[in-house]
């Protein structure tokens, strides 16, 4: 188990960026230190309670489909012990299994978003027009029905504190240039079939998932930044779930629950969790882990 880390404080090397969860810190030309927070973010809002080991967690699902999945596309892990970038022993203590030294490459400037069933945005656009992303589906699908294929629906990356956008291919084709969207297309669709047919049975389904890419100075294609977790990825329990409703997530659903109750106006700053809230959330983020591994969280 870890302390509960809200924000890392690494002194000895320069902050380049802190996102919702990660904080990113600039070791050389090559790389870079990736730390894990247990900062939670609902409805794009950061809330001031930390939910213990979920940095961990998150990093340590991120590694089990790193590997799993490096055949399909490299990614941007070096092996670096992130114990031997620091020396001061304050500073290591926040690192351990949610820090990872990572190849500093370029990001591109879409997310790769794959939908495999019908939910969220993607069942409010079908039920309006029958098409998610302007993609025409076949008519009669219910809420959470699986997609004849998975959907390679890009996105733009929005500003910190905006909301990312739902672009067309076209739009991505135009971003990219259309040889490497059409890979990043082919690669994103066989990353998901691949990591939703393992999760499946092991009791989860991925209903959809966020990828992201970066090249190298050679223009070759890494996956990057975290992958297949329950903050980048909607994971339903396989025994709940039922078609024409929403099944309940492997992340924020205890949390979005309860601020749903509270009358909490959705914009900062957000309220403290009560402790029972912020212990079920870690207690779903470990069962996830202890379900795709196979072994216990520690």
Known sequence: MTTPLMQSSIKSLKLINQGKVRDIYDLDDQHMLLVASDRLSAFDVILPTPIKDKGAVLTQIA???FDKLQHVVRNHLTGIDPDTVVSDPAEKAQLGPR???VKKLKPLPIEAIVRGYLAGSGWKEYKASQSVCGIPLPAGLQEASQLPEPLFTPSSKAEVGDHDENITLEKCAQLL???L???VAKVSVQLYKEAAAYALSRGIIIADTKFEFGLDEAGELYLIDEVLTPD????WPQDQYQLGSNPPSFDKQYVRDWLESTGWNKTAPGPAL?????AKTGEKYREAFERLTGRPFS
Do not use: I, M, T, Y
Not at 232 to 235: L, V
Not at 274 to 278: C, E, K, M, Q, S
């Open 99 to 101: 820090a990872l030294v």
């Open 177 to 179: 240039g259309q040889e």
């Open 232 to 235: 980048s990825s909607r994971f």
């Open 274 to 278: 009560p402790d029972d809230v912020a």
């Open 181 to 183: 969207a059409d890979k």
């Open 63 to 65: 590694n089990f489909w």
